[in-house]
Every structure is written in structure tokens, then in C-alpha cells.
């Protein structure tokens, strides 16, 4: 296993405690990635990935982490003009954000209790050909950049070619935690706080257990390129990410600020904060060292997702549950091209790809059909509840959230009235609120100051 994020090191885990031996290659030690690095991103995870590491065998963080239990979103499609919000419990779909580094240091020290062997080096391409001779299966999870270009970017499976929003993360304190904090949103929760701007992009909030055991809030923006969130290329200290991120979100999302005028930066955390850019795409799960042997991508080194749906996280997960079982179906068989081939096609058919087709869903302007579904979810409770709950499992999504008869079937299914009915409901209640928004200037429900 070359690379020690948390899809990685969870595969890792869950082979060396059921029979295999398993060789780690990280660039760092557990106490380096603990203590030297930023996390790689929010790392959300809803309900079927969490019960994917429980499976695999990785302790759970529930007693530590706030549950990351509802999901509310609030979309203008320009900002100034407040349009629809619904919210709802997530259920059984809820999960929680734990910190990456957390997790990756965690389960080095298990490997290594169970016998695995952890080299701290760092892999270059002339290194697989030693690596993968040594070995009877090699795996990549390096993430989207270094070792990645060695699958193939897969241009039919890929939309995009350019990264859609720049992005920018930071980890704040002070927000409470206890389901005090934005009752506007799904009161008594701590839930995902959706922002949605057509003509800007998105930002959110998101419950967040902290490496060192605090519960704090990840506050994430996606700019589009030249829009009034992408402020970010001068940001070079935690600092300055904290100022730029209160600005962004009194300014901009002021529905919430009276939960969040409290908020403090993590300095004793320099590395609570990270910037930068994701192309989506998908690679091939099949690569080669310069030598010719076979090698199999996981996680971010077979899809970068844009963190905008809060999948990438959870897809790493599901892929290393799917390769898991797949080796222990293997016995004694090779894991040759064709059989990496073939676990990488199941795995990309039943989550892939559906969770990248709705991920670059909420990247494009709404079509016809998904507003139509964002206004039902607006005028009926059933169905916003329902809609929350898709985010544990995006390929269920379609066709409903794409296609006019299949919506109005989910409608339906889900009331038991009318789509036409349901829609209506939600456009009258859009109309009142657009009312409201040109008298009071706001329309969406406001915080009060917690």
C-alpha cells in the first residue's frame, strides 16, 4: 500500500488483522502526519461509509465527535436574493467529519500492532518496479496528484478537464457544538449548514472533531473563478484564512452569522486551514510501474471528486470496502490485470459513478428537473427528508433528480399528492418569499445569537 490516508491505512488495517501482510509506504511518520500536516479536507463521511470502517474494523469516533446528524440548505441563485431553504434530520444517513489526521495516525499504530510493516519513504516511479516484485498486489492511494498521473485520466468517465471552484477550508472554535447553534437551520442538530449561490458558488459548515479530541466547525468555500468568494490567493497564515473566512461569511451568509460572531481561529493549529484546487475526474483503476506490472488506484488517485457534495471522503471508504471483499473472495487467485480491472469496474458501477454524476450536479446551474425537485422538497417536509438523506447514498439520486417523469413519480411516491400540487405549493411559497426579500431584504430564517 503505497500512501497513508484514510482510505489507505483503513485497507491496510482491515488486510493485516484478516491474514495478509501488508507493507505501508507513507512519506511521513504517524507523529508527522499528526502533527505537520493539514487535513486533506473535511473527510464527511454519512451513515454506509462510517459502517464500512466499523466493518473493516476501525473504533468508531462516536463517543468523541458530535454526530453530523441534518442537513439544511439554503440556495439564492444570486446573492441578495434568498429563494428556497428546507432542511431535514438525517436519520439513520447521519455520520460525523472526523479529522484525517487523526484517523491516519490511528490506524499506523494498529497497523503496526498487528504486525504490518510501515517504511517511511518516499515513493518515486522508479521505486514500483522493486516495490510491486516484492509483492502480490500493490496499491496506489497518494491522492489526486504525485503517483496518480501513473493511471490514466479517463476522458469518457471525466467531465471536467479544469477545476470548476477554487477552494479554501478552515477550522474554527466557538460555535457551540451542542446543538445550540443555528436553530434557524434544524434546531437542536448539528447538522451540515448548505449555502448555495448561483452566480458565486457555495459555502457551508460542517461539525468537525479536531485531531487533538475538540469538536470545533470546518467552515468550507468554493469560489467560482472570479467571484466574490475567490479572495484566497494572498492567504498564506491561519490568521489571515480566519480572517477572510469571518468576512465571507458575515458578509455573505448573514442568516447564520449570530451563531458564528463568536468563532475563533485554531492557533495553536497552524495547519487548521488549507487552500487550493480539484480538477473532477476519474482515472483508470488499473495502472503500470515503467517496468509493466499492475498496480490498482484507490481513493482520491482513482476520482477526485470537488468537495461541494461531501463524497470524496466516503467514496474512498466504500472503494476500500469493495477491494477488501473482493481479496478475501480472491483466495488464492492472482491479482492480475484483469481481476484489478474487474474489482475496479464493480465498485465504479454501483458508487462511483453515480456519486460523481451527482456531485458535478450541484457544480452546473440547476436544470429544469433538479428545481422542480428543490421546490417540492421547499413545500413538502417528506420530501426535503428524503432529499437530505441521498447524500449517504448519491446514486440513488437518479433518475428522479434528472429526468421530469421521474421526479414527479418520487413526488408522488413520497406525498401521496400530486406532483403538480406539490410544485405549486413550493412556487407560492417561493413567490411569498421573494415578496418578503424585496420588502425586508431577506427571506431566510435568522440565527439568534447563541
Not at 444570486?78 to 439513520?92: M, N, T
Amino acid at each position: 500500500m503505497i500512501g497513508a490516508g484514510q482510505a489507505g491505512t483503513l485497507l491496510s488495517m482491515a488486510l493485516q488483522a484478516n491474514g495478509f501482510q501488508v507493507d505501508l509506504y507513507t512519506d511521513k511518520t504517524a507523529e508527522e502526519i499528526l502533527h505537520e500536516t493539514s487535513p486533506t479536507g473535511t473527510a464527511a463521511l454519512f451513515h454506509r461509509s462510517v459502517a464500512t470502517e466499523l466493518r473493516l474494523g476501525c473504533p468508531g469516533y462516536d463517543d468523541k465527535g458530535v454526530p453530523m446528524d441534518a442537513l439544511h440548505v439554503c440556495f439564492s441563485p444570486k446573492i441578495g436574493q434568498e429563494l428556497v431553504h428546507f432542511g431535514s434530520a438525517l436519520g439513520d444517513a447521519a455520520g460525523g467529519a472526523v479529522d484525517v489526521r487523526r484517523k491516519s495516525y490511528d490506524r499506523m499504530v494498529r497497523l503496526a500492532e498487528l504486525g504490518g510493516n510501515i517504511v517511511v519513504t518516499s515513493v518515486q516511479p522508479d521505486d514500483l518496479d522493486d516495490i510491486a516484485a516484492g509483492s502480490d498486489l500493490t496499491v496506489v492511494s497518494t491522492g489526486k496528484y504525485g503517483l496518480s498521473s501513473l493511471f490514466a485520466r479517463d476522458a469518457r468517465r471525466s467531465v471536467y478537464d479544469t477545476p470548476q471552484r477554487n477552494l479554501a477550508m478552515v477550522l474554527v472554535r466557538g460555535i457551540p457544538t451542542d446543538g445550540t447553534a443555528f436553530p434557524n437551520r434544524v434546531e437542536g442538530s448539528t447538522g451540515v449548514c448548505f449555502n448555495l449561490f448561483g452566480d458565486a458558488g457555495e459555502i457551508f459548515w460542517v461539525p468537525f472533531l479536531h485531531k487533538s479530541g475538540e469538536n470545533v466547525w470546518c467552515l468550507v468555500f468554493e469560489a467560482k473563478p472570479g467571484g466574490p468568494f475567490d479572495c484566497w490567493a494572498d492567504v498564506t497564515t491561519v490568521e489571515q484564512a480566519f480572517a477572510t473566512a469571518s468576512r465571507l461569511a458575515r458578509d455573505y451568509a448573514p442568516w447564520d452569522w449570530p451563531s458564528m460572531r463568536n468563532m475563533e481561529p485554531m492557533l495553536d493549529d497552524p495547519h487548521s486551514w488549507l487552500k487550493g484546487r480539484v480538477t473532477p475526474s476519474v482515472r483508470s483503476g488499473l495502472g503500470t510501474t515503467p517496468g509493466g506490472r499492475p498496480m490498482m488506484s484507490l481513493g482520491d488517485t482513482s476520482v477526485a471528486y470537488d468537495p461541494v457534495a461531501g463524497q470524496g471522503a466516503g467514496s474512498g471508504i466504500r472503494q476500500a470496502g469493495h477491494y477488501f471483499d473482493a481479496l478475501l473472495a480472491r483466495g488464492d487467485g492472482p491479482f492480475d490485470a484483469d481481476w484489478i480491472t474487474r474489482t475496479f469496474e464493480g465498485v465504479y458501477e454501483e458508487h462511483i459513478a453515480g456519486t460523481y454524476r451527482f456531485t458535478n450536479l450541484l457544480l452546473e446551474p440547476l436544470g429544469k428537473t433538479p428545481q422542480r425537485v428543490l421546490t417540492a422538497c421547499f413545500a413538502d417536509q417528506r420530501l426535503a427528508t428524503r432529499f437530505a438523506q441521498v447524500f449517504d447514498a448519491p446514486p440513488t439520486a437518479f433518475p428522479w433528480l434528472t429526468e421530469r417523469a421521474a421526479a414527479d413519480r418520487w413526488i408522488g411516491e413520497h406525498t401521496g399528492r400530486r406532483p403538480g400540487a406539490v410544485a405549486a405549493a413550493g412556487t407560492a411559497k417561493i413567490l411569498a418569499g421573494q415578496v418578503r426579500n424585496t420588502l425586508r431584504g431577506s427571506h431566510f430564517p435568522r440565527a439568534v445569537s447563541a
